[in-house]
T-cell receptor, first 112, second 114 residues
Framework: DTGVSQNPRHKITKRGQNVTFRCDPI?????LYWYRQTLGQGPEFLTY????????KSRLLSDRFSAERPKGSFSTLEIQRTEQGDSAMYLC??????????FGPGTRLTVT | KNQVEQSPQSLIILEGKNCTLQ??????????LRWYKQDTGRGPVSLTI?????NTKSNGRYTATLDADTKQSSLHITASQLSDSASYIC?????????????FGTGTLLAVQP
């Protein structure tokens, strides 16, 4: 399968714990995006990378959130000290420059 | 503020019927408009993409229209099938430059019943 993959698909954690999600983009894509989607809403932009450089971060990305793409391939999104409001679907997408973004299946986070 | 609004919020139709979903946007500068289909628990999948100069684009039973003057778009689904049940999201690219950031609508939840 050459599409965008995300792991895990589901994560349940207790409030205050740290969680980390992984995204593997389409291999030849140089851009990688993270979005958050809450129930009944469209995805909201969090951040994006061009190769290994993180070029933009949304105001939604609080200090508890950090994203990396160390070798310009896969990316990780870490949430520290999770809160119930962090419960959402976290979507990753990749593209080649300004071309179409292809989305992964998402990681659904539930904070209890 | 860049916004994308969709209507209706939800829709129930019988299998085989047609339906039309609406999208209004206030996004500037406009780069392109896309319609995505999102099955429950999955990531969005692109159906159509239209630039400023295009006013209609088809993909099988899906036909999208764009009126850049009124900033409106529609997605028409013909001869609906049960597998069309999903959320349909209108997405506008706010900037064709460095960010290529997408502004998502909240979606129309379509249920096709037998």
């Amino acid at each position: 399968d050459t599409g965008v993959s995300q792991n895990p698909r589901h994560k349940i954690t207790k409030r205050g714990q740290n969680v980390t999600f992984r995204c593997d983009p389409i291999s030849e894509h140089n851009r990688l995006y993270w979005y958050r989607q809450t129930l009944g809403q469209g995805p909201e932009f969090l951040t994006y990378f061009q190769n290994e450089a993180q070029l933009e971060k949304s105001r939604l990305l609080s200090d508890r959130f950090s994203a990396e793409r160390p070798k310009g391939s896969f990316s990780t999104l870490e949430i520290q000290r999770t809160e119930q409001g962090d419960s959402a679907m976290y979507l990753c997408a990749s593209s080649q420059d300004y071309d179409e973004q292809y989305f992964g299946p998402g990681t659904r986070l539930t904070v209890t | 503020k860049n916004q994308v609004e969709q209507s209706p919020q939800s829709l129930i139709i019988l299998e085989g019927k047609n339906c039309t979903l609406q999208c209004n946007y206030t996004v500037s500068p406009f780069s392109n408009l896309r319609w995505y289909k999102q099955d429950t628990g999955r990531g969005p999948v692109s159906l159509t993409i239209m630039t400023f100069s295009e006013n209609t684009k088809s993909n099988g039973r899906y036909t999208a229209t764009l009126d850049a003057d009124t900033k409106q778009s529609s997605l028409h689904i013909t001869a609906s099938q049960l597998s069309d049940s999903a959320s349909y999201i209108c997405v506008v690219s706010a900037d064709g430059g460095a960010t290529n950031k997408l502004i998502f609508g909240t979606g129309t939840l379509l249920a096709v019943q037998p």
